[in-house]
């Protein structure tokens, strides 16, 4: 399964990752950009940490379960 994960900075300068299951490939990194800026505008996730003040990072991850048969 992939996800896309958003890492912002929180107020005390901790990593917050915001995960998206299923994201559309390729991704545009000008959209995922323009989306994080729009985030961080509307204030509209908060951290243990206070709020998200910055961009860190966006990344697709793809995880893979292989079951072994015991």
């Not at 994201?23 to 243990?48: H, K, N, R, Y």
């Not at 697709?60 to 015991?70: A, C, F, L, S």
């Amino acid at each position: 399964m992939k996800k896309l994960e958003l890492k912002f900075l929180n107020e005390d300068g901790k990593i917050v990752t915001i995960s998206l299951d299923a994201p559309v490939e390729p991704a545009d990194p000008v959209a995922v950009g323009a989306a994080m800026d729009e985030i961080i505008t509307q204030d509209c996730f908060l951290s243990s940490g206070g709020a998200l003040v910055e961009k860190k990072q966006a990344r697709i991850v793809e995880r893979n379960v292989n079951d072994i048969g015991i």
